[in-house]
């Protein structure tokens, strides 16, 4: 019975159908958290797993110039700022608010949420599978390693890397603001 259900999926190209459902329904919800957000959100599909983003959509702002893909989840009830030509990998992750781990009335943590605002400048390439927390400012030009956590702020022009992600190097600083200033950008 099983094979002959996977001779019938084949033939009526039923695969082919679900994936242009789903593609549908996140062009539906990108619709939504574009309404919601008031702002143009530009989605590169990369595998699986579409974008989430819960929170107050009032308080997430993304340029115009810059884009989100697959598996991207952004918790934005702190407020999360991306600037222009932002260009993450995919399996992004952003948190704006916490749990209040610091309490005097029950642990691992209260009821109490901590918001805190994230904002990423422009010109920052993300790589796959980077999680950045609440609170975080990453710099212009920054470079974020793939599978990082970004725990606090990236200086401008900083490459970083790791658990918890660390600076390793800067940018040709010369270099780049010669690019930006010619209109070379990506």
Not at 70 to 92: K, M, W
Request: glycine fraction near 12%; include cysteine; charge should be positive.
């Amino acid at each position: 019975m099983k094979k002959l259900l996977i001779r019938l999926f084949l033939l009526i190209h039923f695969d082919t159908m679900v994936n242009k459902l789903i593609s549908l329904y996140e062009h539906v919800k990108i619709s939504r958290y574009e309404k919601l957000s008031g702002c143009i959100i530009n989605y590169v599909g990369q595998g699986g797993g579409g974008i989430t983003i819960t929170g107050d959509l009032k308080k997430f702002r993304i340029d115009s110039t810059s884009h989100l893909k697959s598996g991207t989840f952004i918790e934005c009830s702190g407020g999360v700022t991306i600037g222009r030509y932002f260009h993450p990998g995919r399996g992004l992750t952003i948190f704006s608010a916490n749990h209040n781990y610091n309490s005097d009335r029950s642990i691992p943590y209260d009821e109490i949420i901590v918001e805190q605002p994230v904002a990423i400048k422009d010109f920052v390439w993300v790589g796959a599978n980077v999680t950045i927390v609440p609170g975080v400012t990453i710099g212009e030009g920054c470079i974020i390693g793939a599978g990082s956590v970004v725990t606090r702020n990236v200086p401008d022009f900083a490459i970083v890397c790791g658990n918890p992600a660390q600076v390793i190097k800067f940018r040709d600083i010369e270099k780049f603001n010669k690019l930006k200033t010619e209109g070379k950008w990506y």
